[in-house]
């Protein structure tokens, strides 16, 4: 497994485990749909939570959440809706992202920003 992929599993599991240390349970990790990929699906606090995993190192000259686009956005919102019709749920929609902040695997900052999207 390269580099890259090696930080991109570590970002998520630090998410994941975030979301479980806040009361959430994570539903499902990495799910794919022809649209794209959504990192974590959590839920609690009577959302189901779809969330962006970024990770930057400390040098990065912007912020991981700017790498979210509203390219990228639409990819998630098309994946949530095929996540959404094949598990049917009562809870609201929510789209997060969560950056982190690393140095050389480390973590030195996790912000979850809730209902990113503005959906």
Request: positive net charge; charged residues 25%; hydrophobic residues 40%.
């Amino acid at each position: 497994m390269d580099r890259k992929k090696e930080l991109g599993n570590f970002g998520e599991q630090a998410a994941a485990l975030s979301y479980e240390k806040d009361g959430y349970s994570v539903v499902q990790t990495n799910y794919r749909q022809r649209f794209g990929e959504i990192d974590v699906i959590a839920q609690g606090r009577g959302c189901i939570v779809f969330c962006e995993v970024k990770l930057r190192s400390e040098k990065s000259m912007v912020s991981p959440a700017q790498a979210v686009d509203i390219y990228k956005q639409r990819k998630i919102i098309m994946t949530a809706q095929a996540w959404l019709c094949a598990h049917n749920t009562p809870l609201q929609p929510r789209f997060d992202v969560v950056q982190i902040i690393h140095r050389s695997g480390e973590i030195l900052s996790l912000e979850r920003i809730e209902n990113a999207f503005g959906v």
